[in-house]
Every structure is written in structure tokens, then in C-alpha cells.
Nanobody, 116 residues
């Protein structure tokens, strides 16, 4: 079955960096776009970044452009989110997701906290 397992979250000071990983299994990873979402307390979940399957085309929400980089390793079946110049407003639970045959799959999420 499809499984997505995130790791790499934690607490970091403003201006710091973190790299999130999402290990996928149970499907043909290289055939599907992968996404990172986040949800802060009291806010709706938002799409942060997305990467296409083969060509690696990327999308970023405006507030993370120039600071975050999404990438993937199809051989390892992992998608990454490199987050630099982190701000307190980046604090959220970050989850990876994929859409396969009309079904959205989600990982359990990893907490990112940016505070002094």
C-alpha cells in the first residue's frame, strides 16, 4: 500500500535551515508529482511546493520562493524540502502528499518550529 513517511522536522532559530525528507513506498514513485503542504495552528492547510514526476518542474507558493527548494530522488523514492532563511511564520506541521488514481495520500507530518 502507499506509504509516505516524513522526517527532518524540529526546532530552529529564525534564519536557520532544515531539510525535510519524505520516504515513499508502495507505488511507482517516479510516475507521480509530489507535494509538500503545511498547516499552522488555526490556519488552513496550504500547498508549499510541488515537483513533477520526470522532468522535475517545480512550483512554490509565493511566501517561500527563494528560500525553499523541493527536489526528488526517484531511485531512492524520496522527496526533499530544503528550507533556508526560516521565519517564525514558517512554523507548522509539514506533510508530503501525492495524488494517485483519484486518491490523495498523506504522510503523518513532521513539526517545524521556528523560534528564538
Amino acid at each position: 500500500q502507499v506509504q509516505l513517511v516524513e522526517s527532518g522536522g524540529g526546532q530552529v532559530q529564525p534564519g536557520g535551515s532544515l531539510r525535510l525528507s519524505c520516504a515513499a513506498s508502495g507505488f511507482a514513485f517516479s510516475n507521480y508529482a509530489m507535494s509538500w503542504y503545511r498547516q499552522a495552528p488555526g490556519k488552513e492547510r496550504e500547498l508549499v511546493a510541488q515537483i513533477s514526476s520526470i522532468a522535475g518542474a517545480t512550483y512554490y507558493t509565493d511566501v517561500v520562493k527563494g528560500r525553499f527548494t523541493i527536489s526528488r530522488d526517484n531511485a531512492k523514492m524520496v522527496v526533499y524540502l530544503q528550507m533556508n532563511s526560516l521565519k517564525p511564520e514558517d512554523t507548522a506541521v509539514y506533510s508530503c502528499s501525492c495524488y494517485i488514481q483519484r486518491v490523495d495520500y498523506w504522510g503523518q507530518g513532521t513539526q517545524v518550529t521556528v523560534s528564538p
